[in-house]
């Protein structure tokens, strides 16, 4: 093996009382990481690590809601994998696993199930969007997914959570169903919080909905340079500035806004557009390549690592056994305070 990737084996199990905060996040493995998952959420995920006891998921199981190819879902899992540790995810420094591999998971969202009322499930946006968008598939999955996600972050009683602005919602949920078990069993989780990036919500290339793999409008940062010339290429700019001599407004354009995490002269190249020394086109050449240069090192660490698959799995199996006694434990006070034990 020549990746210089070290092995999070060996590594201690975590404490079941932490010597710091815990942070959680979840990413689905439904396909390649866009720029909206990077400034959104993955970002965050680095940063906290520094400062948080950081555990980070990539979630299967809520996955298998839209997912159902066996091979598909495995591939993608281990993508995902490979993307979070190629983007900065330092397996030293946190830990990284796959939801399935700690069954205590799907256990606990039973338990929260029996707290949380229906309506509270029936009124959330995504399940409504969901249900649009997959109206022939509307499985269980898809109304308790905010249960699971409850689940997947008191057990192990994080108390923050890096997202990007779409999953505000669902984070209130868990709130919700936090309060309602310690009401009913008394105090035991932690309200969880979130913590947006400076970029909480990322507009996809179409400039009015968020990025998102479902509405196809994403910049693949992993992706060939010539796709990512091309995604970029495809932006809706400001859609007032009908000729290349009508000044621009940086303030509503979403190929200036993402300008500001790609280089200090952002105010420079929004001058340049206010006053018409620059067009559309330019400020868009200028974004993809400065995009294509930020993500080389990631672009080729994501190559490497794929090509040792044996590698990537050692990491994830070594996350799911550091988590084994925080979830044990989590599951066991559960259980005494619902009479299961
Ligand atoms: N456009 C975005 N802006 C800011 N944050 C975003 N996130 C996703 N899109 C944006 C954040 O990325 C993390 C992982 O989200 P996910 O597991 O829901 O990832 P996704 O499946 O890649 O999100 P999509 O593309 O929106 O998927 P679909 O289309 O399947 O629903 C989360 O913290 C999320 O907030």
Redesign the pocket.
């Known amino acids: 093996m020549t990746s210089d990737v070290a092995p999070a084996n060996g590594r201690a199990p975590l404490a079941a009382n932490p010597s710091r905060p815990r942070t959680f ?4 493995p ?2 390649v ?2 720029l ?2 990077d ?4 970002r965050n995920y680095v940063a906290l690590a520094d400062q948080y006891e950081a555990i980070y998921c990539i ?1 299967d199981y809520h996955a298998l809601t ?1 997912t159902h190819d066996a091979d598909a879902l495995r591939q993608q899992t281990r993508e995902m994998a490979a993307s979070l540790l190629a983007l900065g995810l330092d397996p030293d420094r946190c830990t990284l696993f796959v939801q399935s591999h700690r069954p205590e998971h799907a256990e606990l969202m039973w338990l929260l199930c029996t707290v949380t009322p229906v309506s509270w499930l029936e009124r959330t946006p995504t399940y409504k969007e969901k249900v649009q968008q997959q109206p022939d598939d509307v499985n269980h999955g898809l109304l308790t997914y905010p249960v699971l996600q409850a689940a997947d972050i008191v057990i192990y009683k994080a108390s923050m959570v ?6 505000a919602a669902h984070l209130e949920l868990s709130r919700e169903i936090v309060r309602a078990f310690n009401r009913r069993y008394g105090e035991t989780f932690p309200e969880p919080k979130a913590v947006y990036t400076e ?6 290339t179409d400039g009015v909905r ?6 196809g409008n ?1 910049i693949d940062i992993l992706g060939e340079p010539d796709l990512v010339r091309k995604q970029v290429m495809s932006m809706v700019t400001d859609t007032q500035r009908i000729k290349r001599t009508d000044p621009g407004r940086p303030e509503i354009c979403n190929v200036c806004q993402l300008q500001r995490f790609f280089g200090d002269d952002y105010e420079d190249l929004w001058e340049g557009e206010r006053t018409a020394r620059t067009g559309c086109v330019d400020m868009k050449k200028v974004l993809a390549e400065r995009i294509i240069r930020h993500y080389a090192p990631a672009r080729e660490r994501y190559a490497e690592l794929m090509a040792h698959p044996t590698e990537i799995e050692g990491i994830l199996e070594a996350g799911a056994d550091r988590l084994a006694p925080v979830a044990t434990a989590t599951m066991a006070e559960v259980k005494e305070k619902m009479g299961l034990r």
Do not use: E, F, W, Y
């Open positions: 996040s979840g990413i689905q439904s396909g990481v866009h909206g998952n400034l959104g959420a993955i979630v839209s890096p997202v990007g602005r779409d999953q970029a909480p919500v990322v507009l996809g968020k990025m998102s793999k479902s509405v994403t």
